[in-house]
DNA sequence: CAACATATGTACCGATTGGTATAGATATTA
DNA sequence: TAATATCTATACCAATCGGTACATATGTTG
């Protein structure tokens, strides 16, 4: 049986995704219900909105998890087994700065800078999604570095956690490189250098 | 001659610095009035704030000021001919995460984080002081690395916007490590590995 | 068909936003 | 002293915030 009553006249789906970008690009709070009403389908009222998702915080929370699922999953390659340490880092690197810095969506990662722009307001912001996917994506190089280590790949690295965190940092940076204009070429440029410190 | 007029009640200089640590916690939109005016002396009127500062925008623009000319002045050292390229840009980035991660104010660096937390609304944020900040450490960084490969200090360093940029994102991220808890042992640690991106 | 379930449009809600009008309090200057 | 300049307190403003009541439109199911 399908779905009874009067059907919706814009694609859900859509709606997330457009939400998703204006989130991505202004953060929470300091996006409004207008502007995601106006942003949908080219425009719609307050109670569909609400009759579809909720709340503000549901669609943020929906949108969140679409930006986990796709565009966030350009650091999954940190835990494939089938690469080595060094190419699973390097990769997460290279497709996350692509990621970034391609057309159609907000510069920058949503993740990263979910730090001032997650934190729905009078909630605790230690453990939303957004966190817990830096810390996922933190866990990830931690574990490619000890396992390069283990491998004799990284013979150069005398501290995994210290080495780890300077890729982190690094990784975290680039959004607000990303932000503030910087190219592929440069970020790509950038990635090389910063992968001298898991040794020549 | 004195000034005229009865006194303020409370001390100017003590309100921005205390505007500061709001907007640096939460960012420009984020922070009320309704906190500002709270957080200032115990508690003021709206009509003394708007006396003293004008507007919101006023307030911030003096706290963003005052930010810049104290713990900003961390990154100044990176200007400083006096030092070797790679101890400017070593003290500049220990300066940095000692400060990110010490007591008595927000944690992570109000420049690097204002990248969401800027951007005054409806307006162009291409040219703010916070992003002018982030322009001048970045040149900053640039210059140093150049000194350095002029110098035959970096004499491993083959690119030097590239390894330029590896350190500028390094140096924005860990404001992010700052706000995730990262402790200044962790940070001090990962900027030792950092700096091999200008060889061994 | 009737009954039901869902979505939409209009109109509205209380709370909060940044900001102000006005009057009274408190200082310096003449 | 009187005049003037500045700050404070109370009260208020229009606009916007996230969110909702209610009637109506439009679909499926029996």
Redesign the pocket.
């Known amino acids: 049986?399908?779905?009874?009553?009067?059907?919706?006249?814009?694609d859900?789906d859509t709606a997330v995704e457009q939400a998703m970008h204006l989130f991505w690009e202004r953060g929470y709070?300091a996006?409004?219900?207008?502007?995601?009403k106006a942003s949908i389908?080219g425009g719609?009222?307050?109670?569909?909105?609400?009759?579809?998702f909720?709340?503000?915080?549901?669609?943020y929370d929906e949108s969140v998890a679409l930006y986990l699922a796709t565009h966030g999953q350009v650091m999954e390659c940190l835990w494939d087994q089938t690469l080595s340490p060094r190419e699973a880092i390097e990769t997460a690197l290279r497709r996350s700065a692509r990621m970034q810095v391609e057309r159609g969506h907000p510069r920058g990662c949503m993740v990263a800078l979910g730090v001032m722009a997650d934190c729905p307001p009078g909630n605790d912001n230690t453990r939303t999604p957004i966190r817990a996917a830096r810390a996922r994506n933190r866990a990830g190089i931690l574990a490619c570095v000890k396992r390069g280590i283990a491998t004799g790949d990284f013979s150069a690295v005398v501290d995994a956690r210290a080495t780890a965190t300077a890729l982190d940092s690094f990784l975290l940076g680039m959004s607000t490189l990303a932000r503030d204009g910087a190219t592929l070429a440069v970020l790509d440029a950038a990635i090389t250098q910063a992968l001298r410190v898991l040794g020549a």
């Open positions: 049986m399908a779905k009874m009553g009067r059907p919706r006249e814009f859900r709070e996006t409004s219900l207008t502007e995601l389908a719609i009222s307050a109670p569909s909105l609400y009759a579809a909720g709340s503000k915080r549901g669609l």
